[in-house]
């Protein structure tokens, strides 16, 4: 019964988690045992059909007592607390917990058979009868009317804006819910960019940054290097008081940026639980610095290992309310230019993403602080593909500008 009562509240926590799922809802409401997930269906159906969306800081104020409301609320923050609502297994949940109350009813009919409650006969029928019963709702058609259907074709998908990366927005049409790839050979910038990319979205947006490479101090000495335009060795160590002064500045305007940074080594399933818990309020945007630390099942090669956490934040993107940027690493003896095709254990990497970005050093031997290197973008969904932007690097304080 335990069980099944857990796959009632999985597929609450996923409409909970997105309110169109309960448009997915395909089995009967009896299938629901526990009499209070029975109501919390029952009441949900009855509030997105009348509201055409499910707002829970409006709904609870329909329960006609405080007692009630209070009630909700404890339910509502039990469950999105307990679960992990993966909303590509909303089906897989309905059907499991169909055959769960099927097996219930038999179960109960074997016993009062045993008890010589029911004859032979009957128990045989009557198994038939649950075997045969329709437990699927009946839907209306899903066909769009002719003005649903353009809405759909023309409604412009959400394009992520840079601020002060603004010369990237008319370049790369980078869109909300996709996956975007970031590479370089070691040491090329390939955590620089994406971590310029990271604290220009956070003034905007809410970020998240996966740091499974650097250490804690190493990537907050960068941001406010990429921030403040202040040489990274003098960020622990200031050589001026006006050095000082302008690194305590820059530390007070990134605190109020809508990030966080999440350091230490991460399983795939780690990573994909803090995803769905922090996109509930807004469109979040991801950064995963480096895909080649995440870990996965035991025993898997690098290449089936990185293919399925691919595999898994690709469904992520469509299922939530985010976006995904990995950092990964191009092969050492690719080409001078590099291509997709020199991308790490490249082949889901190469399918899954919306955009490739790839940074390309052409002046290796330069050891200068400031010089230019090229991003080169073989793939974009967003705009045209196989063109290049260049990019001025500052190594000293990390900092990135598009030229």
Known sequence: MKSTESLEEQIIACIFNKE????????????????????????LKKEYKERKTLDYQIIYQDFPTEERQMNFLKYYSRIIDEYIPIASNFYSYQERLQ???????????????DNHLIEREELINKIR????????????????TPEEMLKIIRTTEKQIKFDRL???????????????????????????????????????????????????????ERMLGIESSIPIENIKEPKTNYQNEK?????????NYNYEVVNGSKSINSIMTKIIKEQREEHLIVFIDYIGYVTSKYGMSD???????????????????????IVAQINRSGTDNPTMEDLKDSGELEQSADTIILINDPDKQNNESTKDINLLIPKCRGAKRNFGLKVRYFKESQQMEVL
């Open 166 to 220: 603004n010369k990237i927005n008319s370049k790369l049409y980078l869109k909300e819910n996709t996956i975007n790839v970031i590479a370089a050979r070691p040491s090329e910038g390939k955590s620089a960019l994406a971590l310029n990319m990271f604290c220009d979205l956070s003034k905007n947006y809410k970020c998240l940054y996966f740091n499974l490479e650097m250490t804690e101090p190493e990537i907050y």
């Open 129 to 144: 009868e649950i075997d045969n019963e329709n437990l699927y709702l009946k839907k209306k058609n899903n066909k769009k």
């Open 20 to 43: 169109a799922l309960i448009n997915e809802l395909f089995i009967d409401e009896k299938c629901f045992q526990n009499p209070q997930n029975r109501k919390i269906i029952n009441f």
């Open 99 to 113: 055959e769960s109350y099927r097996d219930i009813q038999i179960d109960n009919l074997i016993k009062k058979y």
């Open 303 to 325: 290449k089936d290992r990185i293919g399925e956490i691919t595999r898994e934040l690709n469904n992520l993107t469509k299922d939530y309310n985010c976006t995904i940027f």
């Open 247 to 255: 690194i305590k500045e820059y530390a007070s305007k990134i605190y």
